[in-house]
């Protein structure tokens, strides 16, 4: 805050000076014709691009859910897929995929669609994405899908990463990422989108050769579109 001081000193009176005459005012003349502002041109319209299709959640795991299914070799392997509350990326629940393989061997957790009788349709998307987590980093991986029935299996290979292995992380594959799977002989159906018999998660066999263990957690599976 601050605070003004003010004096006064008195002035000695002045002579009134004697006013001086308004001078006379002149009519302003009336402007000549006002020009009317001509139209503006309308802007021609931008076209709206094409509305990108929306990104869909394929399985958000949450409950109720269809089962999971497994299937396992003849060596020892197995599994364990089930729903877990403990650790969602989203939501309430994710899967939890516990792998016990021997050597050679294989597990896998899968969503299998047939049970509801009829294929799933994946055609309309470029390819899928998911969030994961393990709890241990450098783990062999392939997301599989399975073509008809009996069928034909496809798949894309990852590793757990460091970062997958402290926090949930993305993977994202398009389709033309896809690849015959290395334990198929013989293509019994191409990879038609259309016919999606299961898909699902399993420790990579071609790179199985000493057992291993380890837990998987997947959430938020969406079919992407690009």
Same mark, same amino acid.
């Given at each position: 805050?601050?605070?003004?001081?003010?004096?006064?000193?008195?002035?000695?009176?002045?002579?009134?000076?004697?006013?001086?005459?308004?001078?006379?005012?002149?009519?302003?003349?009336?402007?000549?014709?006002?020009?009317?502002?001509?139209? #503006?041109?309308?802007?021609?319209?931008?076209?709206?691009?094409?509305?990108?299709?929306?990104?869909? +959640?394929?399985?958000?795991?949450?409950?109720?859910?269809?089962?999971?299914?497994?299937?396992?070799?003849?060596?020892?392997?197995?599994? +364990?897929?089930?729903?877990?509350?403990?650790?969602?990326?989203?939501?309430?629940?994710?899967?939890?995929?516990?792998?016990?393989?021997?050597?050679?061997?294989?597990?896998?957790?899968?969503?299998?669609?047939?049970?509801?009788?009829?294929?799933?349709?994946?055609?309309?998307?470029?390819?899928?994405?998911?969030?994961?987590?393990?709890?241990?980093?450098?783990?062999?991986?392939?997301?599989?899908?399975?073509i008809g029935d009996p069928g034909t299996t496809y798949t894309?290979?990852?590793?757990?990463?460091?970062?997958?292995?402290?926090?949930?992380v993305q993977q994202t594959f398009t389709f033309d990422e896809?690849?015959?799977?290395?334990?198929? #002989?013989?293509?019994l159906e191409p990879f038609d989108l259309t016919r999606v018999?299961?898909?699902?998660?399993?420790?990579?066999?071609?790179?199985?050769? #000493?057992?291993?263990?380890?837990?998987?957690?997947?959430?938020?599976?969406?079919?992407?579109?690009?």
């Amino acid at each position: 805050m601050f605070s003004l001081s003010c004096s006064f000193v008195a002035l000695a009176p002045t002579a009134t000076p004697a006013p001086t005459p308004a001078p006379t005012l002149t009519a302003t003349p009336e402007p000549t014709g006002t020009p009317v502002p001509t139209d #503006t041109p309308s802007p021609t319209d931008t076209p709206s691009p094409s509305p990108t299709p929306a990104d869909v +959640l394929l399985d958000g795991f949450e409950r109720p859910q269809p089962e999971l299914y497994l299937q396992t070799d003849e060596l020892g392997s197995s599994a +364990l897929c089930e729903y877990d509350s403990n650790m969602p990326h989203s939501g309430s629940y994710a899967a939890r995929f516990t792998y016990d393989v021997q050597a050679d061997g294989f597990a896998s957790c899968l969503r299998w669609y047939l049970p509801n009788g009829a294929y799933a349709d994946f055609s309309d998307a470029d390819g899928i994405s998911f969030w994961y987590r393990a709890n241990k980093a450098d783990q062999p991986i392939v997301l599989f899908i399975h073509i008809g029935d009996p069928g034909t299996t496809y798949t894309a290979a990852f590793r757990t990463t460091k970062a997958g292995a402290r926090d949930w992380v993305q993977q994202t594959f398009t389709f033309d990422e896809f690849t015959l799977a290395s334990w198929m #002989t013989t293509v019994l159906e191409p990879f038609d989108l259309t016919r999606v018999n299961s898909y699902g998660f399993e420790p990579d066999p071609s790179d199985s050769k #000493t057992a291993d263990s380890f837990v998987l957690w997947v959430d938020d599976v969406y079919l992407i579109h690009r």
